[in-house]
């Protein structure tokens, strides 16, 4: 049995799907499993990874576990938590989902929001891989609205690059990982095969839909406004706010060849990504 924590999410339904089509026995862990959709022969759990009993009851059997959390500056109990229930309830072996730039001092508080949990991993005596991808290309999805009016689309990070991944093959290295003890502890910084800009990745994304998809550079204030306006707290602003700094100075400009490593071929590109899901961008 695999467990798949934050399995509706974006990584974490896509190792669901990838590892039932494998023919693996899979649990999946939601919050609310009639909304799932998951495929066929798949079990479905009720939880989340902020309730550890909820997180106890669904490892019991599995043998490995995927780790997903949307962590902030105030979940280091959570965090490890994951790591704790699964040694708990007798898991051999996990693969947490991490960041890139994880445990970066440049990145301030941000750079801490993943680190109890690899620590946790590291010091837990199983068979542990950590991934930490970079931007996801399918970030720009927050785009869509704007694409489809013909509005400038917020860019929270200015012309700073970063190595964007597909998600799809952050999700096919955690199935590698979940699957192939030879990755045991690994820590593998996943990336796209090359650096871009949001306005970068806006021209591909302009050339693939065939028509303009302007941006709008936030401020400072700006960005800070939608961070406080979308509810979270000062502190949690604050890391984000250091993020977009560490971006825009170019701290998250790097390429990595662990995807070709863990899977034996190229990393997709972003245009590879826009072209697969052009249809979310379409004019109604």
């Known amino acids: 049995m695999i467990l798949v924590t934050g399995a509706t999410g974006t990584i974490g339904s896509d190792v669901v799907r990838q590892l039932a089509a494998r023919g693996e026995k899979v ?64 898991v051999r072996r996990i693969v947490k989902l991490s960041a890139i730039g994880t445990g970066d001092p440049r990145l301030g508080v941000f750079g801490t929001w993943h680190l109890h949990g690899e620590e946790a991993a590291r010091a837990s005596g199983l068979e542990w891989t950590l991934l930490r991808p970079s931007s996801f290309a399918s970030n720009t999805l927050s785009w869509v609205a704007a ?42 910084t996943l990336t796209g095969p090359e650096t871009l800009s949001a306005p970068e990745q806006a021209a591909v994304l302009a050339d693939v839909l065939g028509r303009p998809v302007p941006l709008h550079g936030l401020s400072p204030q700006e960005r800070l406004e939608q961070l406080r306006a979308a509810g979270l707290s000062e502190h949690y602003a604050d890391g984000l706010m250091a993020a977009a700094r560490f971006i825009q100075e170019g701290g998250n400009d790097v390429v990595t060849g ?7 071929r190229p990393a997709r590109t972003y245009r590879q990504w826009a072209e697969d899901h052009a249809s979310a961008f379409a004019q109604g």
Request: avoid cysteine; charged fraction near 25%; proline fraction near 6%.
């Open 27 to 90: 649990r999946a862990l939601s919050r609310d499993p009639a909304k799932a959709h998951l495929p066929a022969g798949v079990e479905a759990a009720r939880g989340h990874h902020r309730d550890r009993a909820s997180v106890e009851a669904a490892m019991a059997g599995a043998e490995s576990a995927f780790l997903v959390g949307v962590f902030g500056p105030d979940d280091a109990e959570h965090d490890r938590g994951l790591v704790e229930a699964a040694r708990t309830a007798g």
């Open 258 to 264: 662990d995807v070709r490593e863990v899977l034996g």
């Open 147 to 188: 694409v489809r009016e013909g509005t400038p689309a917020p860019n929270m990070m200015g012309a700073g690059r970063q190595g964007v991944v597909d998600p799809r093959d952050v999700a096919e290295v955690a199935v590698a990982a979940l699957l192939d003890p030879r990755h045991a502890g690994r820590t593998y």
